[in-house]
């Protein structure tokens, strides 16, 4: 499989401030990517520096196998750019900003711009400035997707968009996917990212905390196990990975990482179950834990030399 | 209306004193500033009597300023800073006004505000307030300074209020306009166009002899009303306080009846695709700018019209005083080209000014857009940094080229139609103004050069070039610069002495290639840095 997007080490400063600090991702073509992470993460800046719009101060960075700010304008009619907040020319209407920004990308198929403005329920004669926000990211939406760029880059596309609406973008996300299309997705709706993201990168401060796919990062995160034993279970406190553990006469409580999994509950056996459950980390606590800095650093020392 | 609607003006009234700290005191002190300015010019004059009498009787000076009334230092200083006094107040309440309500209800501030419990009317009541105190703070001002200059007690405060009702007029239909208008660029558009109204006005008044009925319609020429100094017209005064007042009362009542964000008029539903000709950078610049440069264009035609028409009106009389209160230069060109053509090329030579002014902000445009952020929608497709850098800079340069043509066309025009010779006037008038476009284009440079290396401060760096060389061309008048002094100057090598028949073209030619210099360092700039 080919690499879309990738980039490493990248570091940008403002100022005093370090933005990023050494950030990693790597896209591979044809894939959905979700690119999350805290507010002030970085992950805006990530995506202006993918567009050349700024510039890294360290870093390697290649994009459809080219430098995103010497090449910005080849690589640009390859790809398609939704910010995350919108703002158009209040005196314009949706549909004259959708012709243009089509228009400089080489032109748009009028039934494919059709079929998206009725998809997305978009009135395209009205000014810009009479827009919602969700309605100004529709236009921004319909320009990108409307296009024949291979890549898709979306910054929190969805943010001002109706429960309705977000079903229309990931129904269009899949088939952009099925068409072979690339799509870089940053977002905070960890329901959209579990639906469309073949991979996941989460950022914190400036870095990359951990990347792969939901699958394998609940791996690596905690299920909690309570149980009714026979009888208390003997050295459970001891084993490695378990964690939180309140024990109350012959019913526990604890924690376990996916590496201690199998010897704790071949401990809980030897007791004697009566009764067990066992829960996996929700999505929002996996996201929370990478969030709040949870993932100790040997945790991602450990996740980047995977 | 309600005591409710009013509720939280206070609060509002202190916001907008924070968010005005550095602005508000600017426009309160520069009309005094300006009258302390005339009358210190006055006191270090010897001569002074020998001066006005030559001001008064001067037909180039009374074309444009009327003659000067009562014949003392109290009149010189109305004859001119009374205008300037003016055009400050009505231009500062213009702005704050629309700052702090149309502007901020299409940045969706307000929406923050009227959530909470705060009337329909307090951001209204408080702009205005803010706006009708300052004014009248600055022409008490006006008032003190007059006092502490000497002049008599009562005629100062007729000045200061003549100058308070003049802003007081400007708030209200500033107000006014931020209710009817569904943006803060055509509230704002429109104010200024009024500015400019007034500006015509006050010449045909003054071309009539200073005392027509046009002064009650400029309010630049109000002090020609109240008559400060020379009669103190007390009733003239109320009335004019009166006519101010009517714009604020109708703005109150749209303001109490409209939704938030909406303006007279319906919003009507404009094309779902575009023309086939909006398809680059320069068709999208264009089509944001072009209502404004039309506008200008319009505009200043028929300001130049009328300064066209006038000129059979200028005596051809050259003052007998002139040569020693004027550089010498601009005594040999009144000489060799008689009053009446001269009073032409100084009009043109205003305009320039102004024209440069246009030229400056259609470049800043570009900064409005990158802050909106609107310019990485563009530049996140295949468009090059430089090719839409180029679009607002191209349209900044051509509009000045066709505001000016519009300046030659217009006094040509007016002047030709006048005299009932287009043949004579209309190429002289043309050349005029065509000479002057190497000059707009320079300032169009700058602030192309300004926006690219230091994009913050693109603003105050262009505006303050052109400040400072209007500043070199007053001293240079003033004959504290010399003529080579004021040639490091663009503007001097269109200069309003230079009679047409002389100027140079290679000079002119340099002007153009400089500013293109100008421009190419400023794209190589923008080339380099970040997107803000």
Redesign the interface.
């Known amino acids: 499989m080919s690499i879309a997007i990738a980039v490493s080490g990248l570091v940008k400063r403002f100022g005093r401030t370090r933005a990023l600090d050494g950030l990693e991702l790597t896209v591979h073509s044809g894939e959905v990517h979700g690119f999350v992470g805290p507010n002030g993460a970085g992950k805006t800046t990530t995506l202006r520096i993918l567009l050349g719009l700024l510039r890294a101060d360290a870093g390697q960075i290649q994009l459809l196998g080219g430098d995103p700010w010497r090449d910005a304008v080849a690589l640009h009619r390859r790809l398609a750019y939704v910010p995350g907040d919108v703002t158009l020319w209040p005196s314009l209407t949706g549909g004259e900003i959708i012709d243009l920004l089509g228009r400089l990308q080489g032109g748009l198929d009028p039934r494919r711009r059709a079929a998206l403005l009725e998809r997305f329920d978009l009135d395209p004669r009205k000014r810009a400035r009479s827009y919602s926000k969700g309605n100004r990211q529709k236009v921004a939406l319909i320009a990108a997707l409307a296009s024949e760029a291979e890549m898709l880059i979306l910054d929190e596309p969805t943010s001002g968009l109706d429960p309705l609406m977000e079903a229309a973008f990931q129904a269009c996300i899949r088939e952009e996917q099925a068409r072979g299309r690339t799509v870089l997705l940053s977002s905070h709706i960890l329901a959209e990212v579990e639906a469309l993201c073949d991979r996941v990168s989460i950022i914190r401060a400036g870095r990359t905390v951990v990347s792969g796919t939901i699958a394998e990062l609940r791996r690596r995160t905690h299920t909690t196990i309570s149980a009714e034993l026979v009888a208390p279970p003997p050295g459970l406190a001891a084993t490695p990975g378990v964690r939180d553990l309140t024990v109350d006469g012959t019913s526990v409580r604890f924690t376990v990482d996916g590496e201690g999994l199998e010897q704790a509950l071949r401990l809980l056996a030897s007791a004697g179950v009566r009764s067990l459950t066992s829960q996996p980390p929700t999505l929002e606590q996996l996201f929370l834990h990478h969030y709040t800095g949870g993932a100790h650093e040997q945790e991602v020392a450990h996740h980047e030399a995977v | 209306m309600k005591p409710s609607d009013l509720a939280g003006t206070t609060t509002l009234l202190r916001l907008t004193l924070r968010r005005d700290r550095w602005l508000l005191p600017l426009w309160v002190l520069l009309p005094a500033l300006l009258i302390w300015g005339q009358l210190s010019f006055l006191a270090a004059l010897p001569d002074w009597q020998g001066f006005l009498r030559e001001l008064t009787t001067n037909p180039l000076t009374s074309a444009w300023l009327g003659p000067v009334v009562p014949l003392s230092v109290a009149g010189a200083v109305l004859w001119r800073g009374a205008i300037q006094g003016a055009i400050v107040l009505m231009l500062g309440a213009l702005l704050t006004v629309v700052r702090h309500t149309r502007a901020e209800e299409?940045a969706g501030r307000s929406e923050l505000i009227r959530g909470r419990a705060v009337g329909r009317l307090a951001q209204l009541n408080a702009a205005l307030a803010l706006a009708l105190a300052a004014s009248l703070a600055a022409g008490l001002l006006v008032s003190a300074v007059s006092v502490g200059g000497g002049l008599p007690a009562e005629g100062a405060v007729v000045l200061g209020l003549t100058l308070a009702v003049a802003g007081w007029l400007m708030a209200g239909l500033g107000a006014l306009g931020a209710q009817l208008l569904?943006?803060a660029r055509a509230a704002r558009g429109a104010g200024l166009a009024l500015v400019a109204a007034s500006l015509v006005t006050m010449v045909l008044n003054h071309a009539g002899g200073g005392y027509t009925g046009w002064a009650w319609l400029s309010p630049l020429s109000w002090y020609r009303v109240t008559r400060p100094f020379a009669g103190d017209d007390g009733r003239a005064m109320l009335v004019l306080a009166a006519l101010s007042a009517a714009p604020i009362g109708v703005a109150y009542v749209v303001a109490a009846r409209r939704d938030l964000g909406g303006g007279l008029w319906q919003?009507r539903?404009?094309?779902?695709?575009?023309?086939p000709g909006?398809?680059?950078?320069l068709a999208?610049a264009w089509?944001?700018q072009r209502g404004l440069t039309i506008g200008w264009a319009i505009a200043l035609g028929l300001v130049s019209a009328a300064a066209g028409a006038i000129v059979p009106s200028v005596s051809s009389d050259i003052g007998t005083m002139l040569s020693t209160l004027w550089p010498e230069r601009w005594v040999r060109f009144v000489e060799a080209v008689g009053s009446q053509e001269a009073f032409l090329a100084v009009s043109l030579y205003i305009l320039l000014i102004l024209v440069s002014g246009y030229g400056i902000s259609a470049v800043l445009r570009l900064r409005d857009e990158e802050q909106?952020?609107?310019a990485?929608?563009?530049?996140?497709?295949?468009?090059?940094?430089s090719q839409w850098m180029a679009s607002h800079v191209l349209i900044g340069a051509a509009g000045a080229a066709g505001i000016l043509l519009a300046v030659g066309l217009g006094a040509g025009l007016g002047w030709g139609l006048a005299v009932g010779d287009l043949g004579a006037t209309l190429p002289l008038a043309l050349g005029l103004s065509v000479a002057k476009i190497p000059v707009a284009w320079v300032l169009v440079g700058a602030a192309a050069l300004a926006y690219g290396l230091l994009p913050r401060w693109a603003a105050a760096a262009s505006w303050g070039v052109l400040g400072a060389l209007v500043l070199l061309e007053l001293l240079w008048e003033a004959q504290l610069v010399s003529w080579s002094m004021l040639l490091a100057s663009p503007f001097a090598y269109a200069h309003y002495t230079i009679p047409p028949r002389e100027l140079a073209i290679s000079p002119l030619l340099g002007l153009v290639a400089l500013a293109g210099m100008l421009a190419a360092i400023g794209g190589l700039g923008f080339r380099?840095?970040?997107?803000s």
Do not use: I, K
């Open positions: 299409e569904g943006s919003e539903p404009g094309p779902a695709t575009a023309a909006l398809r680059s950078p999208l089509r944001l909106a952020q609107r990485e929608l563009l530049l996140a497709r295949p468009v090059s940094r380099r840095r970040d997107l």
